[in-house]
């Protein structure tokens, strides 16, 4: 398909154990964000990935997350030492970034649903 | 930098009414704006974005949305809402030198048929 791509759509896992959530973007979008979305609640930005730069990580709520994108495209996010309070949708977008006119609209994936136990 | 607030965590409408969902802005600069969707366990989708140009911006599924800069507000409308229409509702802006998007709280929008 032409859209964005996230796997697994859900996981449990128990509490401890670590989990990798996959993100496959748009081909051609150069930007990438996570967003972690609480029941019920708003977006939290994790991490944005632009290009080559450096990833703007200032939203990771601690050092068990982690993020890599590969060759400019997938993305993988990594939670260590899962606790219950991780338990959320992680949602990954990608767009077409224009520089000099802002941002482009963000192309959002259906989302993980993540179960910690 | 850019931030947007969404005051309202619910709005009720009757179906073939005129909805609102407020959103106001602070920023330093030219603002960016924009309204996101999402319908139940689903992600979400783009409705409409204000870069420059004219204040009323026309978007999907009928949705609109006027920007006032003198009361800093970007708030979304439409003239008759659809029982369909009930979702969550984000403003947002790209913030951090117009990189990084962040999303107001989100307003639940219930249409009663």
């Known amino acids: 398909g032409a859209g964005v791509s996230q796997s697994p759509s859900n996981k449990v896992t128990e509490k401890g154990k670590d989990v990798e959530l996959r993100c496959d973007p748009i081909s051609g979008h150069t930007a990438l964000y996570w967003y972690r979305q609480s029941l019920g609640q708003g977006l939290e930005f994790l991490i944005y990935f632009q290009g080559n730069s450096a990833p703007d990580k200032s939203g990771l709520p601690s050092d068990r997350f982690s993020a890599e994108r590969t060759g400019g495209s997938v993305s993988t996010l990594t939670i260590q030492r899962t606790q219950q309070e991780d338990s959320a949708v992680y949602l990954c977008?990608?767009?077409?970034?224009?520089?000099?006119?802002?941002?482009?609209?963000?192309?959002f994936g259906e989302g993980s649903r993540l179960t910690v136990l | 930098a850019q931030s947007v607030a969404q005051p309202e965590d619910q709005v009720n409408v009757a179906e073939g009414n005129p909805l609102t969902v407020k959103c106001t802005y602070s920023v330093s600069g030219n603002p960016y704006l924009f309204w996101y969707v999402q319908y139940p366990n689903r992600g979400l989708q783009f409705l409409l974005k204000y870069i420059t140009g004219d204040n009323l911006v026309k978007g999907s599924y009928g949705f609109e949305a006027e920007f006032n800069k003198s009361q800093t507000s970007f708030h979304l409308k439409k003239p008759s809402a659809l029982v369909s229409d009930s979702a969550l509702y984000f403003c947002a802006a790209p913030s951090g030198g117009y990189q990084k998007v962040t999303f107001g709280t989100g307003t639940k929008l219930q249409v009663i048929p």
């Open positions: 977008a990608s767009s077409l970034a224009t520089v000099g006119r802002g941002t482009g609209e963000l192309f």
